[in-house]
């Protein structure tokens, strides 16, 4: 999607999620998060693993997506792993360099350079995510089990934090 359609779908969902959230349809508003945060991760994800200028995955980092995810394709991974993944490299930034070429040792320090700007604020960020992302799975599964006068106040909480972590994902990856 180029990047005007792109702009234009965000200006579109957060409409939606604004709209939602003041005439409080909390579980409308969970979903639009949801999607909106399956997107900002991937762009996270790329933002720490590609590199600007001409767009070359790290082939160490390369190598170790594969291995975390067991996917070559990052679009279809779940958001736990993404997550995962996320906090592995913030936490384990120090790969063996020596047997990089110049090229790729380039590369990597320029992701490196990335991740120290802003790991201090993804690893918090991926923890409240993962909780939000659980409390969620846990209010769309358990939905017809749950009486209405519970379910209200648990939706309307978690859109609010949900909305809460999409703005702060976008300020991490506007820093990359």
């Known amino acids: 999607m180029d990047k005007y359609k792109l702009y234009n779908a965000y200006k579109y969902s957060f409409k939606k999620l604004k709209e939602a959230i003041e005439f409080e349809f909390y579980f409308e508003a969970i979903l639009i998060e949801y999607a909106i945060i399956e997107d900002r991760i991937y762009s996270l994800l790329r933002k720490i693993s590609f590199s600007n200028e001409n767009n070359n995955i ?26 995962d993944f996320i906090n592995f490299f913030c936490r384990n930034n120090n790969f063996d360099l020596t047997s990089l070429n110049e090229s790729q040792f380039i590369l990597e320090k320029e992701i490196r350079n990335k991740l120290i700007r802003v790991s201090f604020e993804i690893q918090p960020l991926m923890f409240r995510l993962s909780k939000w992302a659980k409390l969620r799975n846990n209010i769309v599964h358990k939905f017809i089990h749950i009486i209405n006068s519970e379910l209200t106040p648990l939706a309307k909480n978690l859109s609010l934090e949900g909305f809460q972590i999409i703005r702060l994902l976008d300020k991490v990856i506007r820093k990359l």
């Not at 190598?63 to 792993?81: C, Y």
């Open 58 to 83: 790290s082939e160490s980092r390369l190598i170790l997506f594969r291995k975390l995810t067991n996917s070559p394709n990052s679009r279809w991974i779940d958001l736990n792993k993404r997550i």
